[in-house]
């Protein structure tokens, strides 16, 4: 392994075009495809142009396309692949091109300001938060979320359809707006803005996110399925918004 | 003559350098006093390096041991850092951390809790109490995107994928920044009334690192090339466990919550090595036997296990271990917890350090034990600030987190600094916001400055020297872990300093390819010139100080010296030559030393 050569396809251009260009480079044992890439820049292209911060997983700043399928260039071990197999590396389709493998990405930070701040509730009488941890063991796991934007990339609202970014916030903001809502001091109200301006009925549960997604946040089972029941039980189902807002949320 | 107009400009009264846990908590605290605010960062929002702190954010707030108050902190701080902290950063610190935590909590995060609901909190070394307040393994991730989502709704204005490459100054007075973006290589220039800088250290100079491509200390280059005093930068911190196989990982970080939780260091005999290495400064409150050690775990009462001594200490033993022979197959030393607790356990609490050894080492943490080794982590020194103001020597520019030197002397405890990131960031904030109120005069930029500055930053498109900017920085990386690494000699340091000669050298023969659009060659040949004046700022130092103490340990001065206790290593630039002095420490009151000399 250690004095073989791995061989790289790896997108090379900007927003006017370009095309894959194949890459040779010395493998290393337990190398990732973010290593590969690394080496190419070193010693082939001292251009390409990647984004990478952590190197392990916590960042989410490397997504790309590796052999079509998204993941993160750090967590891909090159021993994944068929010794000899031809590596292919592209960006994210999902969003516009920069250069390389580097995408605009400013579409997720512009839909995170437009979701309302968190907003507690009173404290307890003693001055303290108090939280059992069953009841936020729930939103820790959206809390794991490192904003890869993955599920973006691969949700198929998007993904194919530019025109509906307008009216879509896409998995990950399902995830953030779930956070919110299942959070036990929160006490704003976003299922309004689910519902229009994030456009949660777009989502037809295909899991095609849960599927990508580094931390294994079960994006469709635990934020979007509950978020689309609430949204029924508060727009359509009176008693049942009644009940809630009796008891909490 | 240039036309101002020829580069993006924008003005401010504070400009925030830095969007980590220290300049999210900066330009959120500037922007709440009133004041125009700009938050400028390397990478996207939410990718600086507090993303991957792990184990937690230090804070006496005495849930889970009601004895646990400011005092110890302070005590514990300051017998961490070897006495050379800065007293007063190490009070504010443990007095405020408390309120900045619940602060966080405020703003949505989730800590893990106790059974009575309250913020629970973790076992880290050289803390006397469980103290650290986390969310598993993922603390980082937690703190910052708290501050994230807290700050866009703000009205803070975000440069993302901008670097600032100089500060400029009108007289002695900071009046802007000059800089470039990332994607599209075209330069930005601030005005403004202050600067805060919140930038992080310099690890990316050393090979096995646990820091990222940011780490090039850029802020600390800029802050003296600016005139800025620097303090204690020989202080390097090496974390003790970083992995160390496959080679491709070697230097990530294994947070210090594998011990905290019960995880213990072995040599390749199967021993726990680190009863041999108490030194006598810890004796009286660190456990001799394996069966106090393991009880310290439930009782406090019980002396600490000396698995968890402070950072600096057990850096050294698992060197020495592998020195001597003692070491695993791939060169580090055991970390073990699967032999120690269960592996629900481990994965509820630990659960991205299951994932990393899995998917990266094909390791089971829960039925196998971890190697590890050091793994270059943290500055402890960088800029000189004021304790209360985190104001630096140069009026208008203030600093904090990593980039600013005091808080943690020569060694820093796990857990500190995501607390200093809170602590001072949001009195850096506060205080550049009423410097900036409090400023009526007017400022001007020197355009002719900046138009020098820029023809500067585009030559490496017209080198014809050919030399490659990763091939320069694989060299430097090689000889600050060889040459100024865990344990040095004055030997080897002045055989580092002249290769860093060689290397600002080669430097100005660099040539890169392509064009100015996202190019990482070009952005890390500019790039070297802050990593090798930070080198030769710790080079410097380095030799300066012949004694050892916390971080910086001298083969040739292997003991602490009582002169050395006092001073400061203090680095200038005069006349473009990095000048190196010895400055008296501040004299901490009288009742405060009381508390640091208290024997357990």
Request: aromatic share 8%.
């Amino acid at each position: 392994m250690a004095t073989q050569e791995v061989k790289m396809r790896v997108w090379r251009g900007d927003a006017k075009g370009g095309a894959f260009r194949e890459y040779r480079v010395p493998a290393g044992e337990g190398m990732v495809v973010l290593d590969v890439i690394h080496a190419i820049q070193a010693t082939h292209a001292s251009d390409l142009a990647v984004r990478w911060n952590c190197k392990a997983g916590k960042c989410g700043s490397c997504s790309a396309e590796i052999n079509g399928k998204p993941r993160l260039m750090c967590m891909t071990r090159m021993d994944l692949f068929r010794p000899g197999e031809t590596i292919t590396v592209a960006p994210m389709k999902t969003f516009p091109i920069i250069r390389d493998l580097v995408t605009d990405v400013s579409f997720n930070f512009e839909r995170a300001k437009r979701i309302p701040a968190f907003k507690p509730k009173a404290k307890e009488p003693d001055g303290t938060r108090r939280m059992v941890q069953e009841d936020i063991d729930r939103v820790q796991e959206f809390h794991k979320c490192i904003e890869c934007f993955l599920c973006q990339n691969v949700c198929h609202v998007i993904r194919d359809h530019e025109e509906n970014k307008k009216y879509f916030a896409g998995p990950r903001f399902f995830v953030r707006l779930a956070a919110l809502e299942m959070h036990p001091l929160d006490t704003n109200d976003r299922l309004e803005l689910t519902k229009e301006m994030a456009g949660l009925g777009f989502c037809n549960i295909t899991k095609c996110c849960t599927e990508v997604c580094p931390e294994h946040i079960k994006i469709t089972d635990n934020a979007i399925i509950p978020l689309k029941e609430r949204v029924v039980d508060e727009f359509y189902d009176p008693l049942a918004r009644l009940l809630r807002k009796i008891g909490g949320k | 003559m240039a036309a101002e107009n020829q580069y993006e400009t924008h003005e401010y009264d504070v400009v925030v350098i830095g969007a980590g846990g220290a300049g999210l908590r900066a330009a959120i605290e500037a922007s709440a006093q009133g004041v125009k605010t700009a938050l400028v960062c390397k990478s996207l929002l939410g990718k600086a390096h507090t993303v991957m702190a792990e184990g937690g954010i230090a804070a006496a707030l005495g849930n889970v041991y009601p004895e646990d108050n400011w005092k110890v902190h302070f005590r514990d701080t300051m017998r961490g850092g070897k006495l050379l902290n800065n007293w007063r950063m190490a009070q504010i610190h443990a007095q405020e951390a408390p309120a900045r935590v619940l602060e966080l909590e405020e703003w949505g995060a989730l800590f893990d809790r106790t059974k009575n609901g309250l913020i629970l909190q973790r076992d880290f070394g050289g803390h006397r109490y469980a103290r650290l307040a986390h969310v598993g393994d993922r603390t980082g991730l937690e703190m910052i995107r708290t501050l994230q989502n807290h700050a866009v709704h703000q009205g803070i204005d975000v440069y993302m994928e901008c670097n600032v490459q100089r500060l400029l100054k009108d007289g002695e007075r900071i009046c802007g920044a000059f800089g470039y973006w990332r994607e599209s290589g075209k330069f930005i220039l601030f005005k403004c009334k202050a600067i805060v800088l919140a930038t992080g250290g310099g690890g990316k100079a050393w090979k096995i690192t646990s820091n990222s491509w940011e780490y090039t200390g850029d802020g600390i280059t800029v802050a003296l090339d600016a005139g800025a005093d620097l303090i204690d930068v020989e202080m390097v911190q090496f974390h003790p466990t970083g992995m160390v196989w496959p080679p491709s990982v070697r230097g990530i970080l294994v947070t210090e919550g594998v011990r905290g939780d019960g995880g213990t260091l072995k040599n390749s005999e199967g021993k726990r090595f680190m009863f041999n290495y108490i030194p006598e400064f810890f004796r009286a409150e660190t456990a001799e036997t394996e069966q106090e050690a393991d009880a310290w775990y439930e009782d406090k009462k019980n002396r600490r296990t000396p698995d968890l001594l402070p950072r600096d200490e057990v850096a050294r033993a698992i060197n020495a271990e592998v020195k001597a022979g003692r070491g695993t197959p791939h060169g580090g030393v055991f970390l073990d917890i699967a032999s120690r607790r269960p592996a629900d356990y481990i994965k509820r609490r630990l659960p991205s350090m299951y994932h990393q050894f899995k998917e990266l080492a094909n390791v089971d943490i829960t039925t196998e034990p971890m190697e590890v080794g050091p793994t270059c982590h943290y500055f402890m020194g960088g800029v000189r600030v004021d304790a209360d103001t985190t104001a630096t020597t140069v009026p208008g520019l203030f600093a904090a987190g990593e980039v600013a030197a005091g808080l943690h002397g020569a060694n820093r405890l796990g857990g500190n600094s995501l607390s200093d990131l809170v602590v001072f960031g949001r009195r850096a904030g506060l205080y550049a916001a009423e410097y900036a109120k409090n400023f009526t005069g007017s400022l001007t930029v020197n355009m002719d400055e900046v138009e020098a500055t820029a023809q500067q930053l585009v030559a490496p498109f017209d080198g014809k020297g050919g030399e490659n900017p990763y091939a320069i920085h694989a060299d430097l990386q090689d000889c600050m872990q060889t040459q100024v690494g865990i344990i040095r000699t004055e030997k080897e340091l002045k055989q580092a300093l002249d290769k860093l000669a060689t290397f600002k050298q080669r430097l100005t023969q660099v040539s890169v390819e392509g064009n100015r659009q996202y190019n990482p060659g070009w952005h890390l040949a500019l790039d070297l010139y802050s990593m090798l004046e930070v080198s030769e700022a710790v080079t410097l130092a380095a030799i300066e100080r012949k004694e050892s103490r916390g971080g910086h340990t001298r083969d040739d001065y292997p003991q602490t010296d009582p002169k050395f206790a006092k001073v400061n290593v203090v680095v200038r630039k005069r006349q473009g030559e990095l000048r190196i002095s010895q400055e008296p420490l501040p004299e901490m009151p009288e009742e405060l030393r009381k508390l640091v000399e208290e024997q357990k």
